[in-house]
């Protein structure tokens, strides 16, 4: 049976363009996933807790802005490369859900309210309330090799604001880190919890 010419000018386009669309697909650059510090799943943000109304017996404190190094402080994920320990890579397909910084914070704030049973003025945005403690971090330290370990070094300061007394401390970690970008993520969220420790122990030293 002969074809009509027309009919197989219409077929050789129909597979040319599915076979353009097949290698556009394929040169398609894979979409970058997003991790947060916060508890809960990797990747999804966690909503603030309502806060209670203002009494007497309510323990405020405000956690100011972690500072990190500005090697760091990138949208991607940044770890060592393990041909040279001297040398950084920066993850494309893996980053944070928002500014390192704000990840830090919110991590260490989400946990010192839920051990302290205390509210954030930083966080809820309460300008009219008056701390009763204000807590500094700055990390000195933040690093992994995928695969294998994480570690951090992390100063931080609790200043009881009416009188100024303070507490000051470093937490130091080495974890093993398995599981490729998710054990990294995992480490460093123990990490969090290790310095949110560290920092609630202050409070309460201030607090007697």
Known sequence: MKR?????????????????AAVLAGCASPEPRYYTLAQGPAGVATLPAATPAPSTSTLWLEVAPVRVPERLNRPQLVVRDGRNDASLRLLDLARWSSPLPDELRDALSQRLQATLGAVDTYQQGLSDVQPLYRVTTEVLRLDADVGQRAGATINWTVRRLPDGKVVSGSTQAELSAPGEIDGVVAAYREIVASTAKDIAAGVEALRR
């Open 4 to 20: 009509h010419p027309l009919t197989s000018a219409l077929v050789r386009c129909a597979l040319a363009g599915a076979l353009g």
